[in-house]
Nanobody, 120 residues
Framework: QVQLVESGGGLVQAGASLRLSCGFS????????MAWFRQVLGKEREFVGN????????RYADSVKGRFTISRDNAKNTVYLQMNGLKPEDTAVYYC?????????????WGRGTQVTVSS
């Protein structure tokens, strides 16, 4: 089974940057598409971005495009979410998710989340 552990969240002011990390274990990391989602209480979980086995495969939600960057280090079994120019509306619990590369199946492997709070 896949295990995912997010870290790096915190409380920051608008305009600041944070880098979230997601550690992966239990399977071969390079075989997995990795994604970030976020969720606010009372709303459905929102797709943020994902990445396959290369940086060129990364894609993003329009709301974060140009501000957030996903990367991965296969040697460290870690995926990152670099968040720049944070806005109060980015406040949410951020979740890491995984699925096998080459599928469009739902992400069925999830971390427990890390809180990001952006003050104005």
């Amino acid at each position: 089974q896949v295990q995912l552990v997010e870290s790096g969240g915190g409380l920051v002011q608008a305009g600041a940057s944070l880098r979230l990390s997601c550690g992966f274990s239990g399977r071969t990391f390079s075989n997995y598409d990795m994604a970030w989602f976020r969720q606010v209480l009372g709303k459905e979980r929102e797709f943020v971005g994902n990445i396959g086995w290369s940086a060129g495969s990364a894609r993003y939600a329009d709301s974060v495009k140009g501000r957030f960057t996903i990367s991965r280090d296969n040697a460290k079994n870690t995926v990152y979410l670099q968040m720049n120019g944070l806005k109060p509306e980015d406040t949410a619990v951020y979740y890491c998710a995984a699925r096998t590369i080459g599928t469009l199946a739902r992400y069925d492997n999830w971390g427990r989340g890390t809180q990001v709070t952006v003050s104005s």
